[in-house]
């Protein structure tokens, strides 16, 4: 063999080796800087010898393909869902019909499994290289998210051992709490929402375009099902032991039983132990064990006949209500929030939660003192759900909802129709103002590098940053001598508040942060009026006869605009050089691609295709996605579909390597 082609593919051997210790057996043998330097050595080789490409190389787990639309592929076997149950009664029952169809005096033996929450999928393995990913869909058709699955570490891109040449599997990809909760320190420090739970983060993760910023994400799998003909196994239980040989990741956590009896041993059992688990689980599944009982079973409509989940109740603790608090947020909403004596609820302890708005104290009607139960569902936020009424505290201990912010002692508004009270000093009430700075330099705004929401908040603190104005009179000296800031991070951030100055009148308007102008409406208004003086200036009747503004929008802009302050903030911006005018975009097109259309495949080493898409619509060319006659160019990436490269060559259209792409533009 090619001592080249040699090297790289003993290089992905060893490499796919040690993440299978590393992330299945949980028992590295290198150290990860040794694994570094493996990777960097095979990632040099593939982009020197780009003909050795293989789509299941280690390196692809970095990601960098880009999908834009995930195309909808049907299942081979469907997927089904589950039939689910709360109680032990209807477990039992469960078991008769079973009897009913298997014989009274037949052995049943129950794989009993964990119901992992997250998302599911169905993997297939073509003689032991992962070919597909597809998501669950409506379970007869689902996403191809492929490119993004290869970058979970735990989902194995070649098998090992005696695995069948074709077959799929199905498991629940899952992002455990100890990630979740880091992606959401993350934000937090960022002045951004928080994700809600941990399901629906695994699940927008996944329908990410770009692959390299699903790698980012903590994410796991764990595998459950086998699915195809002729299966190597006769049982649940052994597939689960055979899909672990082959690599897979197969929590232990399963146990083959004989009997209903040791079933309910073992939901009870968990029913502890989940709450300490590293992830999130929604239940129990049981499953008749032996495939050819299975098979006898079948199917309903939805759900296998031979399976059934068991799922917990949300756990709901009672605690003492100690007090209510009263957040401000930036749009000067009010949220209260009970204090509560600490107490452990699924293996946290949670000491507040939150309460919502006025109506939802007053039908609970609280008391400081009540014992009330505090549940933690999905959400992040645990909530109160009801109050002990056997255990009321004081009549005279009824909360009232508060008149007055606690942040600026205005008087609180609640308008009719609205849930939530506000506090309307808006340009005064502290976490408003540092919110509406947060805001400003967020990414859908002016994305300022080096600035984050908590650097923020601490200018403010030090009295450096007053409004969004302050952050052009930063001053280097006065940033410099504050906790964590260097050189560095203080050249970088004045250096970002500089770039701002260009950023497009619509990203201005919207950091602005007026109630119910959101991106869009931003986009929309600068459109139509093209600068901050003339939309200054518009009536609310105008306001109301321009598209999709409605008389809410338009109330709040005229409100916006006639407040003193506001006006004096948009002049010290304008006098800062910001974009207050709508600037067309022109001037950048280049004459190789005006009017030329383009077709991107496959994978760059300097752009993501949507950056390459973009630089091309820029410089005058026209994006299109398949080829045709009508094709001036087919811009060829590593791995590209070979249809299009037949087709492109069949009409003989010239194909541009990235290298010769790049020449185009001299
Ligand atoms: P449901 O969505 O409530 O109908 O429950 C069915 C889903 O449970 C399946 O689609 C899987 O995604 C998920 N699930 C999690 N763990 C397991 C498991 N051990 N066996 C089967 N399904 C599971
Ligand atoms: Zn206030």
Redesign the pocket.
Known sequence: MNPVVEKIESLRKVLHEHNHRYYILDQPTISDFEFDQLLEELQQLEAQYPQYHDPNSPTQRVGGGVTKSFETLPHRFP?Y??S?TYSKEELELWEERIRKVLGEETDIAYSC????DGV?ISLTYENGELVQALT?GDGSQGDAITANVKTINTIPLKLKGDYPPFFEIRG?IILPWEGFNKMNEERAAKGEPLYMNPRNTASGSLKLQDSSLVAKRPLNCFL??LAGENLPVSGQFKALEKARSWGFKVPDSAKLVSSIDAVFEFIQEWDEKRKSLPYEIDGI?IKVNRLDQQEELGFTAKAPRWAM?YKYQAEQVATLLKGVQYQVGRTGAVTPVAQLEPVVISGTTVKRASLHNADQIEKLDLRLGDRVYVEKGGEIIPKITAVDTSNRGLEEAKIHFITHCPECGSLLEREAGEAQHYCKNETECPPQKIGKIQLFIGRKAMDIEGLGGETVALLYQEGLLNSIADLYRLQPDQILPLERMADKSVSNLIEGIEKSKNKPFAKVLFGLGIRFVGETVAKKLSKQFKSMSALQQASLEELIATDDIGERIAKSIVAFFSNPKNQLLISELKANGLQLEEVEEEGLSHAAFEGKRFVVSGVFDNYTREELKKEIETLGGIIASSVSAKTDYLVAGNGMGPSKKAKAEGLGIPILSEVEYNSLKL
């Open positions: 997927m869902s589950l689910n499994e964990l119901k992992f599911s669950r629940e459950y099902a599944v989940a």
